[in-house]
């Protein structure tokens, strides 16, 4: 699922987790936050990347990291 919010802004539904990508200045950042009191929150919940899909692919590979 994908939420549009802006189109330097938005947000990933990925196993539970919110994913907030937002355009910075060089690149990406994205923030990783659990959406249930259940799940364990991350001990490094962002991301920093120049590209947007190396920053998603990072942010997917730290919640499967924590979830298993």
Do not use: C, N
Not at 14 to 19: C, D, F, R
Request: charged share 25%; net charge neutral; aromatic share 8%.
């Amino acid at each position: 699922m994908l939420e549009t919010i802006s189109a330097t802004k938005f947000t990933l539904l990925y196993s539970g987790y919110e994913i907030e990508m937002t355009r910075m200045r060089l690149g990406w950042r994205a923030g990783i936050h659990p959406r249930s009191a259940d799940l364990p929150i991350l001990r490094s919940s962002e991301v920093f990347a120049y590209e947007q899909d190396v920053a998603v692919v990072e942010a997917k590979r730290r919640v499967d990291g924590a979830l298993h």
